[in-house]
């Protein structure tokens, strides 16, 4: 899966996601509410006029491949890298230079520490709403991505991907103000990519679907299909303290 995903995302396929991700932090020019701290507190070592950047935190790094892209595009000082997959971890550092890798479940408690990220990101991984709060500073800012009702739509008629339920973006956002998150607003990135046989492979076989790839590569296999990506982009602003929820999907 993870090649697949690799080679998926290494063709361009997923970039407007990408965009959109950096255009949320760019956009958000205080990272936060009114009077948040900066990125980095200085200290007294610190140079007049260094770049203070960055920190960065990919809760559910797979590939690296978004957290690359991100911290590129904004200037990231420091990238942590978040995985259940020693192996994905060990292929999204060296993907991401002078980052730090750590293998977790983020279904549990999460050996991070609180208040360590400026930005953090979770595209298409499971969610754990009081762990980000806490890893998340005052002021910083969450980006979640979830597939929106059309994602995949011509895939599922075929029968080769799994139903999105509706809704999905209006969940994530009440699961998150319950945590003392700021709703600062959705985005929906969607646009046709064409796929042929070989693409759309690598899209099912990166998801939960793999099983169904036969019906995704015999389908009209020897021509295109237009297959529509369509995702949110959900921000939020860290405000208030966790009140201790569980994990969610």
């Given at each position: 899966m993870l090649e697949a995903r690799s080679q998926?995302?290494?063709?361009?396929?997923?970039?407007?996601?990408?965009?959109?991700?950096?255009?949320?932090?760019?956009?958000?020019?205080?990272?936060?509410?009114?009077?948040?701290?900066?990125?980095?507190?200085?200290?007294?070592?610190?140079?007049p006029g260094d770049r203070l950047g960055l920190r960065i935190a990919d809760l559910g790094c797979g590939t690296g491949y978004y957290a690359r892209r991100l911290s590129a595009s904004v200037d990231g000082d420091s990238v942590l890298l978040a995985d259940r997959s020693p192996t994905a971890v060990r292929m999204a550092m060296r993907g991401v230079p002078e980052s730090t890798g750590v293998v977790l479940d983020l279904w549990r408690p999460l050996p991070i520490r609180d208040a360590s990220a400026d930005v953090a990101i979770n595209v298409f991984a499971p969610r754990n709403p009081p762990e980000f709060a806490r890893i998340v500073r005052t002021g910083g800012l969450l980006l979640v991505v979830?597939?929106?009702?059309?994602?995949?739509?011509?895939?599922?008629?075929?029968?080769?991907?799994?139903?999105?339920?509706?809704?999905?973006?209006?969940?994530v956002t009440a699961q998150f103000t319950a945590e003392g998150?700021?709703?600062?607003?959705?985005?929906?990135?969607?646009?046709?990519?064409?796929?042929?046989?070989?693409?759309?492979?690598?899209?099912?076989?990166?998801?939960?679907?793999?099983?169904?790839?036969?019906?995704?590569?015999?389908?009209?296999?020897?021509?295109?299909?237009?297959?529509?990506?369509?995702?949110?982009?959900?921000?939020?602003v860290r405000t208030a303290a966790s009140n201790g929820s569980a994990p969610s999907r």
């Open positions: 998926l995302l290494d063709s361009g396929a997923y970039a407007p996601i990408v965009d959109a991700l950096a255009a949320s932090v760019r956009g958000s020019t205080q990272l936060g509410v009114p009077g948040a701290p900066p990125p980095h507190l200085p200290s007294p070592g610190d140079v979830v597939p929106s009702g059309d994602h995949f739509l011509e895939l599922r008629r075929l029968g080769a991907a799994l139903d999105v339920p509706e809704g999905k973006a209006e969940l998150f700021t709703a600062a607003g959705s985005t929906r990135v969607e646009y046709p990519l064409v796929t042929d046989a070989r693409m759309r492979e690598l899209l099912v076989d990166m998801g939960p679907a793999a099983h169904h790839r036969a019906a995704a590569v015999d389908a009209d296999a020897s021509g295109e299909l237009s297959v529509t990506v369509s995702v949110d982009v959900v921000a939020f």
